[in-house]
Structures are given as C-alpha cells and as structure tokens.
C-alpha cells in the first residue's frame, strides 16, 4: 500500500506560480510512475502531467504544456508540479496518483494510489 500526501496549494493571483508537492510513504517508490490530476466540480479528471519511474520521462497534459513541471526526488520519495503563469481556469483540487504499470498514462484509471488533493486557486 502506498499513501500520498499533497501540499502546496493554495490561493494564487493569475500570472503566479505554485509549486506543488507529494510525499508518499509505503511501497517501492522508485518503480512507481507518477502523476498529477485535477478536477473541479461537475467535471471529470483531468490528466496534468506524468513522470516515469526513474524521471528520465516526462509529459503534461495539453493545457498545461510550456507552463507546468513534473519533476521527482525517488531518494526523497517526493514528485513535484512546479505551475508557472498561473491563469482562472487552472483552479482545481489537484491530486498525487502513483501507477504500478509498466508504462506511464495519463488515463486516471491506470493508477493505482491516490492523495488526497491540495486546492489551487488563481483569483483574476
């Protein structure tokens, strides 16, 4: 069983940036590939980015590309989302999810861990 645990979030005006942060604990996290998600009321999921299990790949999502970084510390047991030029629409409660799967996805049903979620708001 591995158990994630988000933080980082918070209120932000647009145009700023957060760094988000997940610490799991449990299981073998350095074969674990990584991912973000946000959701917001009424909608479903959507996929942020995903990182392999040794950070050697990496991808976001379409809007979030140019702006979003997915990075991971495996000796920390720690992924990170850095958020840069924040906007509106990226308000949303984030959540850390962990895939056991042989290759990264970014289909929110291929994981197998999830946190908890961190709110970010971007106010106007």
């Known amino acids: 069983q591995v158990l994630l645990v988000e933080s980082g979030g918070g209120l932000v005006r647009a145009g700023g940036s957060l760094r988000l942060s997940c610490g799991a604990s449990g299981g073998t996290f350095s074969s674990l590939h990584m991912g973000w998600f946000r959701q917001t009321p009424g909608k479903a999921r959507e996929f942020v980015a995903a990182?392999?299990?040794?950070?050697?790949?990496?991808y976001n999502g379409d809007s979030v590309k140019g702006r979003f970084t997915i990075s991971r510390d495996n000796a920390k047991k720690m992924v990170y989302l850095q958020m840069n030029n924040l906007t509106p629409e990226d308000t949303a409660l984030y959540y850390c999810?962990?895939?056991?799967?042989?290759?990264?996805?970014?289909?929110?049903?291929?994981?197998?861990?999830w946190g908890q979620g961190t709110q970010v708001t971007v106010s106007s």
């Open positions: 999810a962990a895939d056991r799967g042989l290759e990264m996805s970014r289909l929110d049903y291929h994981y197998d861990y």
């Open positions: 990182i392999s299990w040794s950070g050697g790949s990496a």
